[in-house]
């Protein structure tokens, strides 16, 4: 997924006044918040409100298509077009998201992207120039009941494996269309979105242990995580 996130360097003659960043995932629902920014180009405008959820999965149309964001938080705090951009404050002042995107079809609910997600990706970009996303190079799908049964799993879960792109770790690994991923590094994989996230929160040059299902078999292959 995209964060639509970039690093500015200013050339000043004197220091310039900053804003400490805060910590989301100390953030509790219910806890008062404070947007900063430019609605409607009304600049210096500042809204106050509640954290109303945190970990929401939001689909947010562009002009390139549907943008997924996995991970933001809800806020009752007035964010409307224009705001993009601008920090979420808590009360001690502190930036602990960035005002990203306004749900058109309702009224009262915005969304926030947590400085936990911010925080690694502005490392990556100082230190390298760049974000390095972690590959693993398979397509996958959601394990239902029928395809439970017709794959001989006593459960309903893991990834199940529909293409594998050539040259990739995946490949380089022996990973196969219909292979089943059921664990990684002994953490079990619930669904698809479970296995890109736990992918996500690798880094290139991780050597991972993947558990697979295949031909009703369970076996251990071992694939190291390349960039994207």
Same mark, same amino acid.
């Given at each position: ?31 008062? +918040? ?8 009304? %600049?210096?405008?500042?809204? +106050? ?19 997924r964001y996995k991970n933001l938080m809800q806020t009752d705090t007035a964010i409307n077009p224009g705001n ?46 760049? +974000? ?38 995946? =490949? ?20 698809? =979105? ?11 040059? %991780? ?19 390349? =960039?994207?």
């Amino acid at each position: 997924f995209d964060l639509d996130l970039a690093v500015i360097k200013i050339k000043a003659p004197k220091p310039l006044p900053t804003l400490k960043m805060g910590d989301s995932d100390q953030v509790k629902v219910g806890e008062w +918040v404070i947007a900063i920014g430019n609605p409607y180009g009304l %600049d210096h405008t500042v809204t +106050v409100g509640v954290v109303s959820a945190k970990g929401r999965p939001v689909n947010i149309p562009t002009d390139q298509g549907m943008r997924r964001y996995k991970n933001l938080m809800q806020t009752d705090t007035a964010i409307n077009p224009g705001n993009s951009g601008g920090p979420l404050l808590n009360l001690k002042g502190e930036v602990i998201g960035i005002n990203t995107a306004i749900n058109a079809n309702a009224q009262g609910i915005g969304f926030v992207i947590p400085t936990t997600t911010i925080q690694p990706v502005l490392d990556e970009l100082i230190e390298k120039g760049k +974000v390095v996303r972690p590959f693993l190079g398979v397509s996958v799908q959601d394990v239902t009941q029928e395809l439970a049964e017709y794959f001989g799993l006593k459960e309903v879960a893991g990834a199940i494996v529909t293409d594998v792109v050539q040259g990739s770790p995946a =490949e380089k690994a022996g990973l196969k269309r219909g292979d089943v991923i059921l664990s990684i590094d002994d953490q079990p994989v619930k669904d698809a =979105e479970d296995l890109v996230n736990q992918i996500q929160s690798k880094k290139a040059g %991780d050597k991972l242990v993947l558990l697979l299902s295949r031909d009703g078999q369970t076996q251990y292959v071992q694939v190291t995580i390349s =960039e994207r």
